[in-house]
């Protein structure tokens, strides 16, 4: 069966442009998680859908970040105003059980964000 | 403090050793604790979820420490395909999030 799908995998914009990253998780998968992963860091929690509601956004580093999920379905990443420090590859995935105790995560391969 | 800690090595071993990895966690009231692996610039995968009682998966064991807010993984009879980083993963108690260590690299060498 079909694996949580991203797109697009490689994105480069300029300093100030909007970006909206897509994820499509799992068909039935409740839970659906972003996270973003710099260069040489670990994972960073950027929020948490359950159906289409987001009950724990605690990870948006600042307002210029939002998500937004439909249909409990396809979710969007939206950056606005990027920032070079904004670059990182951003990862969504999604579970079959919701949090908080979770099970397995299904990622996806992740949208490479670099800004310029 | 940081939510979850690793050693981030690297580990070198040859094939065929036992290695270990640690790692403590902040939040007494994490309940779910997994060990995830990723391979360079892939996506990460479970390996394993940490029971309280402790459980292994073939040469793969893993175990809780709840006193000392500490788990284990334990990988015997190295594999040259047991290379990658190694991320322990723990549930942030009443929040959604799941907190990643930044993960231990591990390079088993012929």
């Known amino acids: 069966g079909a694996g949580v799908s991203q797109s697009p995998s490689n994105k480069v914009t300029e300093k100030g442009k909007d970006v909206e990253l897509r994820c499509d998780p799992i068909s039935g998968h409740t839970a659906l998680y972003w996270y973003r992963q710099s260069l040489g860091q670990g994972l960073e929690f950027l929020i948490y859908f359950q159906g289409n509601s987001a009950p724990d956004k605690s990870g948006l580093p600042s307002d210029r970040f939002s998500a937004e999920r439909t249909g409990g379905s396809v979710s969007t990443l939206t950056i606005q105003r990027t920032q070079q420090e904004d670059s990182a590859v951003y990862l969504c995935a999604s579970s079959e059980r919701p949090g908080p105790n979770t099970g397995e995560l299904f990622f996806g391969e992740g949208s490479r964000l670099t800004v310029l | ?110």
């Open chain 2, 1 to 110: 403090r940081k939510e979850v800690e690793q050693d981030p090595g690297p580990f070198n071993v040859p094939e065929g050793a036992t290695v270990a990895f640690n790692c403590t966690y902040s939040n007494s009231a994490s309940q779910s604790f997994f060990w995830y692996r990723q391979d360079c610039r892939k996506e990460p995968k479970l390996l394993m979820s940490v029971y309280s009682s402790g459980n292994e998966d073939g040469r793969f064991t893993a175990q809780l420490n709840r006193a000392s807010q500490y788990i284990s993984l334990l990988i015997r009879d190295s594999k040259l395909s047991d290379s990658a980083t190694y991320l322990c993963v723990v549930n942030g108690g009443s929040g959604y999030a799941l907190n990643f260590g930044k993960g231990t690299s591990l390079l088993v060498t012929p």
